[in-house]
Structure formats: C-alpha cells, structure tokens
C-alpha cells in the first residue's frame, strides 16, 4: 500500500490512457465533491476504486466521460472511443439485442454491413449469439449486461468506464460478469476504471485498487494486486486475497472519518 497524495503511476506498460491530473469537482450549491485527484491508466490496466457513499466515485468517471466537466485540474482521455458501462444496462426496449448491441455504431456513422458485423462478434464474445433476436424484457439482469458490453465492444474503446455495474444483480450472476468482465479485459487489452461498493470484487477484477476518502472525495490510498491472470473464481478464498481485502476494508474504514 502506498499512501497517494500525489499523482498514482501506472504499473502498466505504455503512455496513460486516461490520466486525471489534479482533477477537481465544486457544483454550483458549493457542495465540493471531489478534491485534487490525480490518476493515471494504462491499456492493460484495470483500476478499481472504491470509498464510501456520496464520496465523488461516479463523479470521477462522469467528468472522464464528459458528462461533467471538472472545475479543476484536467482530464486527458480519448472521449471518440470510449466505453462506458452504467449502473443500468439503459438497453432500449423496442430494439432487440442485435439491434441494441448495433447502436452505437450506428451512432459512429460505421457502415451497416459492417456495423452488423461487430455487433456479431460482439454477442458471441460475451455469450449471447443464441439471443440475436430477443427484445430486452425476455432477458435476465445478467444478460442485459453482457449486451451492455458488448454493444460498447463494437467501438473496440481503448477505455472502458464501469459505473457499478452488477450492483443490482444476485451474488452467483455477479461472480460470473466478474469472471466475464475480467476475461474480456485479458482478450482485449483495455485501460479499466471500475466503480464498486464491494471490495472482494474489487481485489478480484484489478491491477490496482484506489481507496477514497469522504467527501471531499481524495485517493487516500493504493493497493497492489498480486494475482496473476486469469484468475479462477477459487482466488475469492484464498488467505492472501483475505488478508488483501481486509487491508483495504480497513483503510475503508479510516477513509470514513
């Protein structure tokens, strides 16, 4: 563990993908929710933070992404191609997965034939080819998410954004997306920035795992992630992987003060 009141170098190999260099966030009420944040990301790494409630974690990746823009400091990402991954699989209704995993190629002007074509690859990567011509509501929770992913895969984004992902799905189908996410993160080389609450999932899926502190929110601290990849789901029982979330459960703690 590091202590991090200065800019987190990547252990990955490479120029930073997504870098946040002195990032700040004040909305207009005055409510300052993120403070002097600086982080850098390479491609094949996946960085997860975690902190308490209300502490500014969203936040973070909504000014990556540029649905806010910061007050302060400055983001450095490549926004044209980048993979953002909410808390809700946002599928439209009324299309159906092939469609739905098509859209935002069909929004990057890509050509229809091959838009189709991605898409294709896309739903197979993910496990969902048997599903080409189901419409949402047919789908389980677990499912929505893997089309969620892949309709982002189609941009083939040096970046990927995970906003809570699986937070609303049962124990046993979160495990499995960890163990999807995590393979599609091997096969594709992409910089990871993920949010979540859990911690075990947090040491499972990354490189490097950034704890925040309350509001104000500020990288208190950084951890390492041992473990080699691929990592089989037995990992989650394993004393060393015990002994690293408690670490970080308890520096958690300290960040709620």
Not at 191 to 219: K, N, Q, Y
Not at 233 to 239: A, I, N
Request: charged share 25%.
């Amino acid at each position: 563990m590091t202590a991090a009141d200065s800019t987190v170098q990547p252990s990955g190999v490479g120029a930073p993908v997504l870098s946040f260099d002195h990032t700040q966030m004040t909305f207009p009420d005055g409510t300052e929710a993120v403070r002097d944040v600086s982080l850098n990301i390479s491609r094949g790494e996946f960085v997860t933070i975690v902190g308490p409630s209300g502490c500014g974690k969203s936040t973070l990746l909504k000014i990556a992404s540029g649905l806010l823009d910061a007050t302060g400091g400055n983001v450095t990402v490549d926004r044209d191609r980048l993979g953002y991954v909410f808390q809700d699989a946002t599928l439209l209704p009324w299309r159906t997965v092939l469609s739905n995993v098509e859209l935002l190629a069909e929004l990057h002007d890509i050509p229809k034939d091959e838009r189709r074509q991605l898409a294709l690859e896309a739903i197979e990567t993910v496990g969902l080819s048997g599903f080409v011509n189901h419409y949402p509501r047919s789908l389980s929770g677990g499912m929505k998410m893997r089309a969620s992913l892949a309709r982002t895969l189609t941009l083939k984004p040096p970046v990927f954004l995970f906003d809570e992902p699986f937070g609303a799905v049962d124990e046993i189908t979160r495990e499995h997306l960890n163990d999807e996410t995590q393979r599609l993160f091997q096969s594709e080389g992409f910089a990871g920035l993920f949010i979540t609450h859990s911690i075990a999932e947090a040491v499972f899926m990354s490189t490097r795992v950034m704890v925040m502190s309350a509001r104000p929110g500020r990288i208190v601290a950084e951890f390492e992630v041992p473990f080699q990849y691929p990592r089989k789901p037995e990992l989650r029982f394993d004393p060393e992987f015990a002994a690293l979330s408690g670490e970080i459960s308890r520096e958690l703690r300290g960040s709620h003060q």
